[in-house]
């Protein structure tokens, strides 16, 4: 079953604007991680924040973690076309698994 | 540098006839393995995950099997494909043990049951 749930489901921005997504989960967890996966692709992994930490950056990307909402965002600023993608929050539990989310469909427009 | 290969790419298969999908893992050793599978415009399902030679962990009941028969190895397969058995199927690894971090996957199987 899927941990987490991305909002919003579907994103259009103009290029040069900041895309902002949403993860909720609803169990206790050790890391979060984002993918990206464009079409047709397999995901990459973009960034992993650990369940003690609040906030990570990675070049344009910004991720926030608060455990106390079991929720995460992410942030992309100054949006390219080339930011087009699916984006997957992923949650690391006490096992081996990583559960994943519907993700969140983003389109960059030039 | 760890590579992950992943065959075939596409294929169409009809209903009632096997499958085979495979995967390898090149330069790491004792990877925890999975099989992911997507649904059109949907999120990831875990299938079967590995954390050693035949050793094979079910996440949903199926009509599918994974098979483990060497360290980097991984197989997916079907007696008989349904028509719901269609869709993107993943497979990725990561360093072995518990919460080892990241995921990479490989560039997925398309499937289409007809």
């Known amino acids: 079953s899927q941990q987490g749930e991305e909002d919003p489901q579907a994103l259009s921005i103009q290029e040069g604007e900041n895309a902002t997504m949403n993860c909720s989960y609803k169990?206790?967890?050790?890391?979060l991680q984002w993918y990206r996966q464009n079409s047709g692709r397999g995901l990459v992994h973009l960034i992993l924040?650990?369940?003690?930490?609040r906030e990570k950056h990675s070049g344009r990307l910004r991720v926030t973690l608060d455990t106390s909402k079991k929720s995460s965002s992410l942030l992309i600023t100054a949006s390219r076309a080339a930011d087009t993608a699916s984006y997957f929050c992923a949650t690391d539990a006490a096992d081996y698994k990583l559960s994943f989310g519907a993700g969140t469909t983003v389109t960059v427009r030039a | 540098s760890q590579t992950i290969h992943q065959w075939p790419a596409t294929l169409v298969q009809p209903v009632g006839s096997p499958l085979s999908l495979e995967c390898t893992v090149e330069g790491t050793s004792n990877p925890n393995l999975y099989w992911y599978r997507q649904a059109a415009g949907r999120g990831l399902q875990l299938l079967f995950y590995?954390?050693?030679?035949?050793?094979i962990s079910s996440e949903v009941p199926q009509n599918l099997s994974a098979s483990r028969p060497q360290d980097r190895q991984f197989i997916l397969s079907s007696k008989k494909l349904l028509l719901s058995d269609s869709g993107f199927y993943l497979c990725?690894?990561?360093?072995?043990?518990?919460?080892?971090?990241?995921?990479?996957f490989g560039e997925g199987s398309r499937l289409t049951v007809l």
């Open positions: 169990t206790s967890i050790n890391n």
């Open positions: 590995s954390v050693g030679i035949g050793q």
């Open positions: 924040i650990r369940s003690n930490e």
């Open positions: 990725a690894w990561r360093r072995r043990g518990l919460n080892t971090g990241e995921l990479f």
